[in-house]
């Protein structure tokens, strides 16, 4: 029978954590816990408003790349259907 505070009991694993055995806890930073709100539509149309006040003097290039990947994204967001983003439990890594 497994025991309290042996590793095959309590020792788990964490995707781009690592191992953790019997005892020890992973360590989170801050951005970890900065989940995203709302809509996803929404959360694309705020990442693209900042791309554009962060990437000031860009080329008619850049730009149009930069408009291109956010087409690309809200069309992909399109066959979702809108979910709702639930504190980001439903993107992929």
């Known amino acids: 029978m497994l025991g309290k505070g042996t590793d095959d009991h309590e020792s ?6 690592g191992y953790f055995r019997s005892g020890k806890v992973p360590v989170f930073d801050r951005d970890f816990f900065d989940m ?39 069309d992909s ?3 979702r259907k809108g979910e709702v983003v639930d504190m980001g439990m439903d993107m992929e890594f």
Not at 12 to 17: A, G, Q, R
Not at 37 to 59: Q, Y
């Open 77 to 79: 967001s399109k066959t």
């Open 36 to 74: 995203p709100e709302g809509r996803t539509e929404h959360n694309l149309v705020e990442e693209f408003k900042d791309n554009l006040m962060n990437m000031k003097n860009l080329d008619k290039q850049s730009e149009y790349e930069l408009y291109l990947e956010f087409k690309n994204a809200l």
């Open 12 to 17: 788990y694993e964490l995707e781009n954590k």
